[in-house]
């Protein structure tokens, strides 16, 4: 069954332009991932945010997490065509578990 | 770099026929995992192995579906015999230590099954 779900389920935007994502799971973690899939490959992981932070940085990636929500943000700033791909938050119940996904079209 | 090394890339099968899937994971990695994804979802988990061991593989169709990872290093997903609803890629990570929480998971570039 699927634990986590992001949204939007697709996001095309100028490239340059920020692009947002937003992930929502349903039970208690120790930290949340995001990961990557290029068409048609395999996942890359991008970041990894602690139960106990709030927000975290990595070059254009900014991620923010709300426990008390149960929610994850992934912000990715002057978005380039190369960052087209399928973005996947993951994270661990009681096995580690990915949500459905968002795809990202970034249009030069 | 090390990386987690899937073979075949592509894979057509017949419906009822059986298909092999092999992953060798990153040296040193004790956790292995073996997911499907259908096209436009996310990976759905089919069976963790810690070491030799199967920790979990309460979602993998035991009917059909078999894994295995004998001497803890390299592993084999077998489906006999294969449906039309298994057409999805099969996608290996590994994993450095057995605490979850702790790191991230490596991921091959997958096995596309296409069943006809």
């Known amino acids: 069954s699927q634990q986590g779900e992001e949204d939007p389920q697709a996001l095309s935007i100028q490239e340059g332009e920020n692009a947002t994502m937003n992930c929502s799971y349903k039970?208690?973690?120790?930290?949340l991932q995001w990961y990557r899939q290029n068409s048609g490959r395999g996942l890359v992981h991008l970041i990894l945010?602690?139960?106990?932070?709030r927000e975290k940085h990595s070059g254009r990636l900014r991620v923010t997490l709300d426990t008390s929500k149960k929610s994850s943000s992934l912000l990715i700033t002057a978005s380039r065509a190369a960052d087209t791909a399928s973005y996947f938050c993951?994270?661990?119940?009681?096995?580690?578990?990915f949500g459905t996904g968002t795809s990202l079209t970034v249009i030069p | 770099e090390a990386e987690v090394a899937q073979s075949p890339r592509y894979k057509i099968t017949e419906k009822s026929q059986a298909v092999a899937f092999w992953c060798d994971p990153i040296?040193?990695?004790?956790?292995l995992y073996w997911y499907r994804q259908i096209l436009g979802q996310g990976p759905e988990l089919l069976v963790q192995?810690?070491?030799?061991?199967?920790?979990?593989d309460s979602q993998l169709p035991k009917d059909r579906f078999s894994a295995e990872r004998l001497k803890g290093v390299d592993s084999t997903l077998k489906i006999q015999p294969a449906e039309l609803g298994d057409s999805a890629m099969y996608l290996c990570?590994?994993?450095?230590?057995?605490?979850?929480?702790?790191?991230?998971?490596?991921f091959g570039q997958g096995t596309r099954l296409t069943v006809v």
């Open positions: 990570a590994s994993r450095r230590g057995s605490l979850e929480f702790r790191t991230e998971a490596f």
């Open positions: 993951s994270f661990f119940g009681n096995q580690f578990y």
């Open positions: 192995f810690q070491d030799e061991s199967v920790v979990d």
């Open positions: 945010i602690r139960s106990n932070e």
């Open positions: 040296s040193g990695h004790a956790t």
């Open positions: 039970t208690s973690i120790n930290n």
